[in-house]
């Protein structure tokens, strides 16, 4: 019989399977609710435990995307006091992602076996479509639903918020879109009817878009720290440096996690066709099958930028996130050479003679 805590968690019955059918009954399983720098908080059914990979586990990882991250489901064994040992990663069945800032070909895993995940926007000062579409691409190439949750609508002119909101209806198809001021609450009931009993639901965006606030409202109680606005600019400050999970009681699971302001998507190019979805449709027009979009006659996407149907920052960030991918894949494979790079580039060139 699984335990009301592991169901409070989001445990279902493949989990249950995958234990029976891989000898685990004999290990605590637990989910990871907090990590930073390689340290883990497992809570299972008799309470929290410190965790520690085991050497076998360690031994065994060939990236950083095999440790464990928050989300994930683990079998353990308690040790002394609060102790426990990881033994075993069970299968995620989402996984969050980015590159990792820095390390050219890397990725960076934000969170696990996710639902749901929240994209948090600030509709103000801070307000950036580019970073949005890039947040939405990480969505859809981990294959989680996005929610979009516009933030400090309170602070918000009204005809801004009318002229952002045009931007965003205009850019994003088929996206749920919620209003949110952590200030007056208006929004706040929409948000908290969304959460499901089960389910898991990430908090993503740049820092100061009011995730931790939202997250202690929703909880009931103050479980993150969060800093006021800053003085004339009204941006919030960084407030979460670590990734943490949190259990609603008779609702769902929620992780917040850092700010993020610089964004990598680290997928295929395929990823970019949800996200992008209105260059694609056009692309089916296009003379060529496998036109780029930027020099081809009889492009239909190049026709719909110069008539304003769609606009330039949209069709500019595409482009950025298409050539980051690239790279990202030539330097995942271990093709840093310039030669090789020069050659793609050469290629995409030499599609001038078709003019």
């Given at each position: 019989m699984i335990s009301l805590i592991l169901n409070d968690l989001g445990y279902d019955s493949q989990l249950d399977t995958f234990i029976q059918s891989h000898d685990l009954a004999d290990f605590e399983i637990g989910r990871i609710i907090r990590e930073s720098k390689k340290k883990y908080m497992v809570k299972t059914e008799l309470g929290n435990y410190n965790g520690q990979i085991s050497?076998?586990?360690?031994?065994?990882?060939?990236?950083?995307?095999?440790?464990?991250?928050?989300?994930?489901?683990?079998?353990?064994?308690?040790?002394?006091?609060d102790q426990a040992i990881i033994h075993e990663i069970l299968p995620r069945k989402t996984i969050i992602e980015r590159q990792a800032i820095g390390r050219f070909g890397k990725k960076q895993t934000i969170a696990t076996n996710v639902d749901v995940a929240f994209v948090m926007q600030d509709i103000t000062h801070d307000f950036n479509l580019n970073r949005l579409d890039r947040l939405i691409a990480i969505c859809f190439a981990s294959k989680i639903q996005p929610v979009v949750i516009l933030t400090k609508i309170d602070i918000a002119e009204k005809f801004e918020l009318a002229d952002r909101m045009a931007?965003?209806?205009?850019?994003?198809?088929?996206?749920?879109?919620?209003?949110?001021s952590n200030k007056s609450m208006e929004g706040f009931p929409?948000?908290?009817?969304?959460?499901?009993?089960?389910?898991?639901?990430?908090?993503?965006?740049?820092?100061?878009?009011?995730?931790?606030?939202?997250?202690?409202?929703?909880?009931?109680?103050?479980?993150?720290?969060?800093?006021?606005?800053?003085?004339?600019?009204?941006?919030?400050?960084h407030t979460t440096s670590h990734r943490e999970l949190f259990i609603l009681k008779d609702s769902g699971v929620l992780i917040d996690t850092p700010g993020m302001r610089e964004l990598g998507v680290a997928e295929s190019f395929k990823t970019l066709e949800s996200t992008f979805e209105i260059?694609?449709?056009?692309?089916?027009?296009?003379?060529?099958?496998?036109?780029?979009?930027?020099?081809?006659?009889?492009?239909?996407?190049?026709?719909?930028?110069?008539?304003?149907?769609?606009?330039?920052?949209?069709?500019?960030?595409?482009?950025?996130?298409?050539?980051?991918?690239?790279?990202?894949?030539?330097?995942?494979?271990?093709?840093?050479?310039?030669?090789?790079?020069?050659?793609?580039?050469?290629?995409?060139?030499?599609?001038?003679?078709?003019r």
């Open positions: 050497g076998k586990l360690r031994h065994e990882a060939k990236s950083r995307s095999d440790y464990p991250a928050v989300g994930d489901w683990v079998a353990i064994k308690p040790m002394e006091k931007q965003i209806d205009k850019r994003f198809n088929d996206i749920s879109i919620s209003l949110l929409a948000i908290q009817n969304m959460i499901e009993y089960g389910k898991t639901y990430c908090f993503i965006g740049a820092s100061g878009a009011g995730k931790s606030t939202l997250i202690n409202n929703l909880v009931g109680e103050k479980v993150m720290l969060t800093k006021s606005l800053r003085e004339k600019s009204h941006k919030g400050q260059i694609f449709t056009l692309s089916d027009s296009c003379k060529y099958s496998d036109c780029t979009h930027l020099i081809e006659p009889e492009c239909a996407v190049l026709m719909a930028l110069e008539k304003n149907e769609i606009d330039r920052s949209y069709y500019d960030n595409f482009h950025k996130m298409k050539e980051e991918q690239s790279q990202f894949e030539l330097n995942k494979r271990g093709i840093k050479d310039k030669g090789t790079i020069k050659k793609m580039k050469s290629d995409s060139k030499n599609k001038k003679s078709r």
